[in-house]
């Protein structure tokens, strides 16, 4: 029997307490929406602190003006390539040649010949069942000075296996060299924004005499390739986790993940674990625990009850967070992700603040939702900023190389800044890779 369609009511998204929340799927997955909120780094801006590097994207011409604008937006075009895949060369098999010729023209035409080339493949090449292996084995040949990656802009992968942004942050230290000699160094890996020298953890590795190497750090491709020469691997970002697992088995280095956390005990529990491996007395290191509550101690006195809400991009750890701010008397009202992957902390939350709401961002219903807030809120990270629709909001995202008891007394100066000045929202949440002009 037929049926008018456009008589049924669009779905209305209606947030859910965190009491009446599963933890394994907290949303129904289906058609997604993206709100303008483009702080967060893509593939792009990622692939781009490797120093010295190019940059070839081998897409169809729909998918390339993403990243075009992306790397025009940094001002890297000099660093930037593309190679278009046509319907011709889908039907005339010719996927192989079209990127040794289509990579090998850039190459060629680049007056300063790159150390590194990045070369982006996208669904269509899996789809084909791409040769990759004699794609690449054809290039360094060809090429014996430059270092070649294969990197994916491949969407079809979001969802099993290793994410695209997973993948990339594995292949940002897949062109580093074993070292045949190890020397005392420690690298912090994984992450786009450099460690925060007042950090508990760069300060902690300070004490111990060791090298510290970041890729954030490195000022050319040798400096770069000197971190295969590191005994250890710092990761503290879960997306990195994976990647970093599987390199540090490559290059025979210790990979140690120490997560972000806003949880004092596993603040002290991560820094011990560190501080064994590298040799420091941790009952003296000065965490600066006092320092860190008694400033968040200030921004509760002023903030009183002001409504916050909290998204995943804002810090890979919005539960910790969330249990920071409300075990501290913060009136924490809503929180902004689409996964839960904090499932211990998430279940404290729910036992100890089940009334706090929890809202989908990628939900197609979101486009919709009522933004419209009757009251002032304080925001923490772009997507939260742009659901409450508020001028009051902290614009950072994947923790902004905040970490330990540090992390939590800049958070509260941001909180308090926050508190007191307006931001122009429409202009800043839509510019992409927040901090990317930072890169060389």
Known sequence: MLRHVYEEKEEVVVAKKLKDVNVNAPFVSGLEYGCPARGTWNIVHTGFLIPESHQVFVCASNCLRGVVLTAAEMGEMGRFSTVTIKENNVLDGNMEELLIDGVSHVIDKLKKKPRAILVYTSCIHHFMALDMELCYKTLRKKYPKIKFTDCYMNPIMRKSGMTPDEIMRRQLYSLIDKATKKDNGINICGNNYKTDDSSDLVRL???????????????????????????????????????????????????????????????????????????????????????????????????????????????PAPFSLAKLLLDNGFNVKKIYTDSISEKEVFAELQNKYPDVLLYPTVNVAMRTNDRDQKEKYIALGQKAAYFTDTKYFVNEVEGGGHYGFDAIKILAENMIDAFKKEKDISNLIQKKGLGCSCLL
């Open 205 to 315: 590795i300070k004490l111990s005499k060791c090298k510290l190497r970041d890729i954030t750090l490195c000022k050319n491709f040798d400096e770069y390739l000197e971190m295969g020469k590191s005994k250890i691997n710092i990761t503290y970002l879960p997306v990195a986790k994976k990647g970093m697992d599987e390199i540090s088995a490559k290059f025979e280095q210790e990979n140690i993940f120490i997560p972000i956390s806003y949880d004092a005990d596993m603040i002290k529990k991560y820094l011990t674990i560190l501080a064994e491996k590298i040799d420091v007395d941790i009952d003296k290191f000065d965490f600066k625990e006092n320092e860190a509550f008694e400033k968040l101690y200030e921004a509760k006195k002023l903030m009183g009850d002001t409504a916050i809400a909290i998204d995943y991009t804002f810090t």
